[in-house]
């Protein structure tokens, strides 16, 4: 049978039994500290008990004297009434030592509770004071102090006997002062070996009361520096055991993580650590087969990514081109019939029915829409071919902007205030174009009556700037924000706004091309502020 080995069980058990032993421990160490703690308070307590006890029994001691001379002086019946009623104390606690002179299984604790009440202690003290002599009788101070208080209580006898025979002096027929004065003189002898006597208590009492300080500091810091010790001892053992496991794990994970899968963790116990150890080594293994199996299948996949990439690319510009074609083949019949329609109208006007006039006027109208709307989706199409990003200074850019619609400006008494703007990596043309369809529309959709207020800020981030253009003008419900970003959609009658409804859309894409997000916040009847993004470094959007 193998020996067991308390260090080999404490490394082996788990974690938590680990914390629990090392808990429990600390625990009992520090109830043991606490008891004894409580044990030197009450001892303390005990002490303390003894010297107030000793005042009164001295206090009561001189204060019978003191009234015994007054008897002899007076030969007031009162003053030896009041001899006898003083010493009731000291005789309380000579019953107290009474009992205590008894061997320990004939004493009777109750009666030297009931004799130490008698000497004016305190009831609650009573049981520590038996507790203390009783403990330290072999103690050299304590055991002077017993001894000074027998021969004490000795002599006291002696004084109440010679109270007596006072008492007899002074009441007989043919008393003498002669003989009341020799008896005070054998008594105040008496009072002088007592007050001796009670002195030595004091001392040993004294003395005995540091030695049992020093004892009990002695005790209470060797078991504080011993809980100290053992949970400090136990916090590195049970640390150092953690450590060294995980330690050993993150070499092998460091390992893994760079492909090296020969590196395995130790194993160094049985507890957590060293199954997750294990655990670790057999999840590398599975990795590394599951390594090589997806290495294979990436081969394999990056082909297919790569061909359906080609053919994705292809079909973008397929179908960019295709727009772009439509859009512009559509113009050339369109042109035929426009100028078709337009001969019809100038030499058939006015000569057929009014029905016929208002039919050319549609198909007139129809047609010029239908141009802008072919021509809008042409432009559509072209956003995004600029060959480059460039550093552009956002403030020329709106400069030009700004000079190119200086008529509509004027016409409409719009006021237009920028901050500094900073140079960014974009598009030119069409930041120039998302910077003139904001403000047209800012200028466009202005309340009757208000001058267009318009203002140009942005706001720097970390990885990119934000743009915001303001206005007063009549707002967009909530409901339609996400809608007007979308091609050719139109939230009002174009008799009351023109346009095809492309502007927001061409906004839209061109922020996109420039990496970054285009939104609105706005209070319908107080104005809108349509804010973008534009990423700092020039945005990629496809390699290829």
């Known amino acids: 049978?193998?020996?067991?080995?308390?260090?080999?069980?404490?490394?082996?058990?788990?974690?938590?039994?680990?914390?629990?032993?090392?808990?429990?421990?600390?625990?009992?160490?520090?109830?043991?500290?606490?008891?004894?703690?409580a044990f030197s308070i009450h001892t303390l307590s005990s002490v303390r008990a003894y010297v107030n006890g000793e005042a009164l029994w001295s206090k009561a001691q001189k204060d019978a004297m003191y009234q015994l001379s007054?008897?002899?002086r007076t030969h007031d019946e009162e003053d030896y009434l009041k001899f006898k009623k003083q010493l009731a104390v000291p005789l309380g606690d000579h019953e107290a030592l009474v009992e205590f002179s008894k061997p320990e299984n004939e004493r009777n604790d109750d009666l030297i509770k009931a004799g130490f009440a008698k000497g004016r202690n305190h009831p609650d003290d009573a049981q520590g004071m038996i507790n203390l002599f009783s403990r330290f009788n072999s103690n050299h101070y304590i055991n002077n102090a017993i001894v000074a208080w027998i021969k004490a209580d000795s002599i006291l006898s002696h004084i109440i006997a010679g109270g007596e025979q006072l008492h007899k002096e002074i009441f007989r027929a043919d008393k003498s002062p002669e003989r009341i004065n020799e008896v005070m003189r054998y008594i105040e002898h008496l009072n002088t070996h007592v007050t001796i006597l009670e002195d030595e208590f004091s001392k040993q009492l004294g003395d005995g009361s540091r030695w049992l300080e020093k004892l009990i500091l002695r005790i209470l810091l060797g078991i504080a520096i011993t809980v100290?010790?053992?949970?400090?001892?136990?916090?590195?053992?049970?640390?150092?055991?953690?450590?060294?496991?995980?330690?050993?794990?993150?070499?092998?994970?460091?390992?893994?993580?760079?492909?090296?899968?020969?590196?395995k963790a130790k194993v160094y116990s049985k507890d957590e650590i060293g199954t997750l150890a294990n655990d670790f080594n057999a999840m590398a293994s599975e990795q590394e087969k599951l390594q090589k199996e997806i290495k294979e299948a990436?081969?394999?996949?990056?082909?297919?990514?790569?061909?359906?990439?080609i053919d994705l690319d292809r079909k973008n510009a397929e179908l960019e081109q295709f727009a772009y074609v439509a859009s512009h083949d559509l113009q050339e019949p369109l042109k035929t019939v426009s100028g078709f329609v337009g001969l019809l109208n100038k030499q058939y006007k006015g000569k057929?029915?009014?029905?016929?006039?208002?039919?050319?006027?549609?198909?007139?109208?129809?047609?010029?829409?239908?141009?802008?709307?072919?021509?809008?989706?042409?432009?559509?199409?072209?956003?995004?071919?600029?060959?480059?990003?460039?550093?552009?200074?956002?403030?020329?850019?709106?400069?030009?902007?700004?000079?190119?619609?200086?008529?509509?400006?004027?016409?409409?008494?719009?006021?237009?205030?920028?901050?500094?703007l900073p140079v960014?990596?974009?598009?030119?043309?069409?930041?120039?174009?998302?910077?003139?369809?904001l403000i047209s529309n800012a200028i466009k959709f202005r309340k009757p009556g208000i001058r267009p207020e318009i203002s140009i800020t942005y706001t720097e981030y970390p990885h990119y700037w934000k743009f915001a253009v303001s206005d007063n003008g009549i707002g967009i419900d909530q409901q339609h924000r996400d809608r007007i970003f979308i091609i050719f959609q139109r939230l009002h009658n174009?008799?009351?706004?023109?346009?095809?409804?492309?502007?927001?859309?061409?906004?839209?894409?061109?922020?996109?091309?420039?990496?970054?997000?285009?939104?609105?916040?706005?209070?319908?009847?107080?104005?809108?502020?349509?804010?973008?993004?534009?990423?700092?470094?020039?945005?990629?959007?496809?390699?290829?």
């Open 424 to 437: 960014v990596y974009a598009y030119p043309t069409e930041l120039k174009l998302l910077f003139q369809n």
């Open 70 to 72: 007054a008897y002899a």
């Open 298 to 309: 990436n081969a394999d996949l990056e082909k297919k990514v790569e061909l359906r990439t």
């Open 228 to 263: 100290e010790f053992t949970g400090l001892i136990l916090a590195i053992v049970v640390s150092r055991g953690i450590s060294k496991g995980i330690d050993a794990i993150l070499v092998s994970a460091r390992a893994v993580g760079k492909g090296d899968f020969t590196v």
């Open 1 to 37: 049978m193998a020996k067991f080995s308390l260090g080999r069980w404490f490394r082996d058990v788990s974690i938590k039994t680990k914390l629990y032993f090392t808990v429990g421990i600390m625990a009992a160490l520090i109830a043991v500290e606490l008891v004894a703690l």
């Open 352 to 420: 057929m029915d009014e029905n016929a006039d208002k039919y050319l006027d549609f198909i007139l109208q129809a047609s010029d829409r239908m141009k802008t709307l072919i021509k809008d989706l042409l432009d559509y199409s072209r956003i995004g071919r600029a060959i480059a990003f460039v550093r552009s200074d956002c403030n020329v850019l709106l400069h030009e902007v700004l000079a190119d619609m200086g008529n509509n400006i004027r016409e409409n008494n719009a006021h237009i205030v920028p901050e500094v």
């Open 494 to 544: 174009r008799k009351d706004y023109e346009g095809s409804g492309i502007g927001l859309a061409h906004c839209k894409k061109i922020v996109e091309l420039h990496g970054g997000e285009i939104w609105v916040e706005s209070t319908p009847g107080i104005g809108s502020t349509f804010f973008f993004t534009l990423a700092k470094e020039p945005y990629i959007q496809n390699e290829n």
